[in-house]
Nanobody, 126 residues
């Protein structure tokens, strides 16, 4: 069983930056695909970014491409999401998800990740 704990959320002004962290335990972290999703009230959880086990391959949602960067530190069992040029539309609860394998046609789907953290709130004020 994988346990995930997110941190780093908060309130930031538009144009600002935040870095989210997610630490994992209960599994060999370097064997896991790690992803970030976000969710607003009444909406489904939406894909933000994915990183493969080695960190050599990353994928982003179009809405965050060029502004957000996903990275990982396997020695620390942690994945990060550096968020720059934030806008009010980025306001959401951000979740990290983990999976030991992810099909290339399903990486953007919540159902592809069996393990989730509790989420961290990011609020961007205008």
């Amino acid at each position: 069983q994988v346990q995930l704990v997110e941190s780093g959320g908060g309130l930031v002004q538009a144009g600002g930056s935040l870095t989210l962290s997610c630490t994992a335990s209960g599994h060999t972290f370097s064997n896991l695909y790690m992803a970030w999703f976000r969710q607003t009230p009444g909406e489904e959880r939406q894909f933000v970014a994915l990183i493969n086990q080695s960190g050599g391959i990353t994928t982003y949602a179009d809405s965050v491409k060029g502004r957000f960067t996903i990275s990982r530190d396997n020695a620390k069992s942690a994945v990060f999401l550096q968020m720059n040029s934030l806008t009010p539309e980025d306001t959401a609860v951000y979740y990290c998800g983990a999976a030991s394998s992810v099909h290339s046609s399903a990486y953007f789907a919540e159902r592809a990740y069996p393990y989730w953290g509790q989420g961290t709130q990011v609020t961007v004020s205008s």
